[in-house]
């Protein structure tokens, strides 16, 4: 494992209030990753960082932001929750080598009521 | 768009029996292929990865996936499951230049005593 927490890893909200999901690392990766489990639709990228301060959206980025300040977090923050927000959060890591395996975190499962 | 097609979506299987999970993607250029699995209530953990070379690839737990180009195929494959292979599996394709996966729908495999 590559040393990647999560928090909270449960939360439950109700729709209209912000939420901020945590992911820290401890191995000095690069890059870090935001998925979206649901069933039947496997993982969907929500937003990745390929270091401080440089983000990219994935395919599902559409209320939601992120921030990376540090090297070791990397913050998903959905302004604004909503029903169709419910599900559970992956992070995951890339090694900086050249085999670009990711690993992924224990995940969060966030209900939006 | 790259895409990853994972046709079963749900398999049952005995012990012993032999397994073979099927993972098709769209991508005519290079590929680098992966496949994760998720044991009930856990994160995802990679069972194998294909870059280059031989095209039959071993991984964890017996695992191996064959990598056939021409059928834009990457299947999954164990002689013989376990009550303890019982977990979801993910196929999954490096897209973004390398910096990112996309992931199938998953395949939900329940092995059976």
């Known amino acids: 494992d590559a040393g990647i927490t999560q928090s909270p890893r449960h939360k439950v909200t109700e729709t209209g209030t912000p939420v901020t999901l945590r992911c820290h690392q401890t191995?000095?990766?690069?890059?870090m990753y935001w998925y979206r489990q649901d069933p039947g639709h496997g993982l969907r990228l929500i937003h990745y960082?390929?270091?401080?301060?440089?983000?990219d959206k994935g395919e599902v980025s559409d209320g939601y932001s992120v921030s990376r300040s540090k090297t070791e977090d990397f913050l998903l923050t959905l302004e604004s929750a909503t029903s169709s927000q419910t599900s559970v959060y992956f992070c995951?890591?890339?090694?900086?080598?050249?085999?670009?395996?990711?690993?992924f975190g224990p995940g969060t499962r966030l209900t939006v009521l | 768009a790259q895409s990853v097609s994972q046709h079963n979506h749900h398999v049952i299987l005995s012990e012993a029996a032999s397994l073979e999970l099927g993972c098709n993607y769209s991508?005519?250029?290079?590929?680098?292929l992966f496949w994760y699995v998720q044991y009930p209530g856990q994160h995802l953990q990679l069972l194998l990865k294909?870059?280059?070379?031989?095209?039959l690839v071993k991984g964890i737990k017996g695992f191996e996936a064959e990598f056939i180009k021409s059928k834009f195929s990457f299947n999954l494959r164990k002689p013989s499951v376990q009550w303890s292979d019982t977990a979801e599996y993910f196929c999954?394709?490096?897209?973004?230049?390398?910096?990112?996966?996309?992931f199938g729908t998953g395949t939900q495999l329940k092995v059976e005593l």
């Open positions: 995951a890591t890339r090694t900086n080598s050249g085999y670009n395996e990711q690993f």
């Open positions: 191995e000095n990766h690069r890059y």
């Open positions: 960082s390929y270091g401080v301060k440089d983000t």
């Open positions: 991508y005519g250029g290079t590929v680098n």
């Open positions: 294909y870059f280059s070379g031989d095209p």
């Open positions: 999954a394709v490096l897209t973004g230049g390398g910096n990112k996966l996309t």
